[in-house]
Nanobody
Framework: QVQLVESGGGLVQPGGSLKLSCAAS????????MGWYRQAPGKQRELVAV????????????VKGRFTISRDNAKNTDANNTVYLQMNSLNTEDTAVYYC????????WGKGTLVTVSS
């Protein structure tokens, strides 16, 4: 089992920045990729960014050049692994609940953190 806890959401003005964190615990040695998804009101959940255990990244076209995903791999499997999402130049269309996910034997999800971009 893998547990994921997101943090860092909040209210930000257009053009501002936020950094989300997702702490993974449990069977983290089995994780081969972690990522961020988001779901805006009335819309389907969509991929934002993903990073593999080897460090390869992939981004949705809508966030390329503005968002950066990174991962802090713990050497000790009993420690937490943390994935970050640095979000810059935010606009109102980025308003959504952001979910962290981890792919291992199955897909795990965090409970989400709300990001609101508004003036």
């Amino acid at each position: 089992q893998v547990q994921l806890v997101e943090s860092g959401g909040g209210l930000v003005q257009p053009g501002g920045s936020l950094k989300l964190s997702c702490a993974a615990s449990g069977s983290i040695f089995s994780i081969y990729a972690m990522g961020w998804y988001r779901q805006a009101p009335g819309k389907q959940r969509e991929l934002v960014a993903v990073i593999t255990s080897g460090g390869r990244t992939n981004y949705a076209d809508s966030v390329k050049g503005r968002f950066t995903i990174s991962r802090d791999n713990a050497k000790n499997t009993d420690a937490n692994n943390t994935v970050y999402l640095q979000m810059n130049s935010l606009n109102t269309e980025d308003t959504a609940v952001y979910y962290c996910n981890a792919d291992a034997q199955k897909r795990y999800w965090g409970k989400g953190t709300l990001v609101t971009v508004s003036s």
